[in-house]
């Protein structure tokens, strides 16, 4: 990675919120998962409690290997971890525009052609992806003002809607569906992946952002999530996405349309998590394939983006299959825990071989 170009700590980790808040928007919930009702805020709670420990190696990598990026500490194999995490965040890329294209396709146009939205969303985020991340990172402080007050906006108003008699005994349904919702809370957490690749460029107390980043999104996921529980109740679970279903109960004062609101921040905020990601992908492209230009790395991902949303089928069953829980669990392991891990080990072998 580069370092002439930089972002503050606050910057990122108001990104990362609202990258993380936009995964539990969109949450599509599972029959198949046979969960009670109150087991899903509790597993937010539980699954965010345990974040701290999860990512105890990102937290170590950050103290060890505060101006580098994490590729430079393999040169041997610098190209395949390259081309694999460029394959990572192209599968991040297609989940984020395919679940897109599938709440546009279902809420709001479900008569209609979604393909050119689709290729429009994609050139716009190339060209937004071609320019420095400063302003990117910049969009998203200012997004994240507008996603918190609309979401509070939203709650404060659904106050009067709430009935604790929704509640459900945890566990009602047994313990594995209970562990797997926590497995998807956390795996589901993909943004540290952001944090140790734009390390070098990243000015500020990272650590200390970072925890606070857990403590404060984990509590208003939970908070969020608990809120659905009890102003829809078992309805919750037999929506497309409930949380757009919860915003139409909502309404202040003369905003009677909450959703629609609410809405236009979530495809903003998707549109700009795309951006991150197709950023990334093109910097990654940039430093270790020095003969393949910007500007065609960022044609081929946007291509490669583009034909695998199209391909997809759009519903629910064949978006559950192609980002199953395993296969997102597999990655998640591989580049948020062992990655930093292995790192980790060869800064302390480093570090013996100097002494």
């Known amino acids: 990675m580069t370092k002439t170009e930089k972002i503050s700590s606050y ?26 009702l109150s087991d899903y805020f509790t597993a937010s709670i539980i699954g965010w409690a345990l974040m701290p420990l999860v990512f105890l190696p990102v937290f170590v990598y950050i103290k ?19 081309a694999a995490l460029v394959i990572l965040l192209l599968f991040m890329a297609v989940f984020t525009l395919a679940r897109l294209n599938l709440f546009v396709s279902t809420v709001f146009f479900p008569d209609r052609d979604s393909t050119f939205l689709v290729i429009v969303t994609a050139v716009a985020v190339c ?9 990117i ?22 106050t009067d809607k709430t009935d604790i008699n929704y509640l459900t005994p945890v566990l009602s349904n047994g313990a594995i569906p209970f562990f797997k919702l926590v497995f998807s ?15 070098p460029k990243t000015e500020g107390n990272i650590k200390k952002g970072f ?57 903003f905020s998707a549109f700009l998590r795309l951006c991150i990601i197709m950023y990334l992908a093109k910097d990654i492209i940039r430093n270790t394939f020095k003969q393949i230009k910007e500007s065609s ?15 997809c089928d ?11 829980l395993h296969l997102r669990g597999i990655l998640f392991a591989i580049f948020l825990i062992i990655l930093p891990i292995t790192a980790l080990v060869k800064i302390r072998l480093k570090e013996k071989g100097q002494k």
């Open 11 to 36: 910057q990122l980790f108001l990104m990362m919120a609202v990258s993380r808040v936009l995964s539990t928007l969109t949450f599509i919930p599972k029959a198949k998962e046979n969960a009670g």
């Open 185 to 199: 809370v956390i795996i589901r957490t993909a943004e540290p992946l952001f944090l140790i690749l734009l390390l």
């Open 127 to 135: 060209y937004c992806s071609f320019l420095s991340i400063e302003p």
């Open 314 to 324: 759009q519903t629910v069953m064949s978006f559950a299959n192609l980002f199953s």
């Open 211 to 267: 925890l606070l980043w857990i403590i404060l999104t984990g509590i208003s996921l939970s908070l969020l999530t608990f809120l659905l529980t009890v102003t829809l109740g078992e309805t919750s679970l037999r929506q497309l996405f409930p949380f757009h279903s919860m915003a139409q109960l909502a309404g202040f004062g003369v905003i009677e349309r909450m959703d629609a609101l609410l809405t236009g921040v979530w495809i």
């Open 64 to 82: 060890k290997s505060r101006n580098k990026s994490i590729i430079e500490h393999f040169p041997k194999a610098e190209k395949p971890l390259s």
């Open 137 to 158: 990172m910049r969009a998203g402080s200012m997004l994240f003002i507008a996603l918190s007050l609309s979401l509070f906006i939203i709650m404060l108003s659904l």
């Open 297 to 311: 790395a960022l044609a081929m991902c946007g291509i490669i983006v583009v034909l695998a949303v199209l391909s």
